[in-house]
């Protein structure tokens, strides 16, 4: 009987879980290395922080869908040769190594604080009157109308640095999500700032001068690529500018048959979307597949990456901003499609679980 190949998958996001669960068989010898114990069904997030009561299902633990491999809840810290270091001072042996962590990662490492840590936000955003939302992309967008739906009462204020919201999609996605905000009675500011270093409040004043006057604040930017603790590893060499993995068609680390990198800290020229990882993720997966079958002559699958932008942004619980090759839609199709479940079901069907 041949050798079960040494699998090693290092990072707990969409990509990385997705791949994991791929190889958690008897077939293969999997390591799944994360620094949580959890799986966070990251379009749910927003809904968690208004009803925290909804990551009881958003949030899973590694242990509720790994059952064959082996869980390693620590950080990785640099590889060398055919060796994954980890934080915790392991040295783990791999004959394929799956690079997948995604953006800096601070916070809850357990289910039961991250629990913890969203009724502690709902409840904050209880006792506030006036809540201020930093950043008007994705996340700030969402945020803003999630806590408009659930807290109509509240005076929310969203300030964004950009010339318009969702820069990443076309200006009539931008357009509509701004009039559908300012209809929930959002103040939005654009084209201004506020430092979201040692922020401390209730008072803040923007880079343009505008004082605002908040009970609660939320920091909705974008975080780092989680590539650091390659530096100085053997893999430091395929770290473009940016502090992404370089990688083939075959989503291949550059120079590395046996490594593949992807989600947010691979160098795939598109923006950066969860379900886009999920493609990512069945591409590593056939490609892995095939080489473990036949690692000389097999002919891999080349990603393509995303050439128009799609998604879906979900306005508050039944309503959904939704940008699609032929055009831009504001109503209850995204909505059904996104803001009521936010994909959780979905997700957990895919990890073979319940509910």
Not at 36 to 54: Q, S, T
Not at 113 to 138: D, H, R, S, W
Not at 292 to 321: C, H, M, Q
Request: hydrophobic share 40%; aromatic share 8%; net charge positive.
């Amino acid at each position: 009987m041949a050798e079960k190949k040494r699998i090693v998958v290092v990072g707990g996001g969409v990509a990385g879980t997705c791949v994991a669960k791929s190889f958690d068989t008897d077939s293969y010898k999997l390591t799944f290395i994360d620094p949580k114990d959890f799986f966070e069904v990251p379009y749910a997030r927003l809904r968690c922080i208004v009803e925290p009561k909804f990551a009881q299902r958003s949030i899973m633990k590694h242990s509720e869908y790994l059952k064959k491999g082996t869980f390693l809840q620590t950080s990785a810290t640099g590889v060398s040769g055919q060796e994954l270091i980890t934080a915790s001072g392991e040295r783990v042996a791999f004959d394929f190594l799956v690079i997948g962590t995604g953006t800096t990662f601070s916070g809850p490492t357990t289910k039961e604080e991250m629990l913890k840590f969203y009724q502690a936000e709902t409840q904050n955003i209880q006792a506030a009157e006036t809540v201020l939302i930093i950043g008007g992309g994705p996340v700030g967008v969402e945020l803003a109308g999630e806590v408009a739906t659930d807290f109509p009462n509240k005076k929310v204020t969203l300030v964004h640095g950009g010339e318009r919201l969702l820069e990443f999609l076309g200006p009539k996605a931008s357009t509509k999500a701004l009039k559908w905000l300012q209809s929930k009675k959002v103040t939005v500011v654009l084209n201004d700032r506020i430092d979201s270093e040692g922020l401390a409040g209730p008072h803040y004043v923007t880079k343009k001068g505008i004082a605002i006057q908040a009970d609660a604040h939320f920091v909705c930017v974008g975080k780092r690529v989680g590539s650091s603790w390659l530096r100085g590893s053997d893999l430091e060499n395929v770290l473009d500018k940016e502090g992404r993995l370089m990688v083939d068609r075959n989503m291949r680390v550059q120079g590395y048959s046996y490594v593949f990198a992807l989600g947010d800290v691979c160098d795939t020229n598109e923006i950066k979307q969860g379900y886009l990882a999920t493609k990512q993720a069945a591409v590593v997966i056939e490609n892995m597949k095939k080489h473990i079958k036949d690692p000389y002559t097999a002919k891999l699958t080349e990603y393509k990456p995303a050439t128009t932008p799609f998604a879906i942004v979900s306005l508050g619980r039944n309503l959904g901003l939704m940008q699609m090759p032929l055009g831009t839609l504001v109503g209850r199709l995204p909505g059904m499609l996104k803001s009521k479940d936010l994909f959780v079901g979905s997700s957990r069907k895919a990890l073979g679980l319940s509910g």
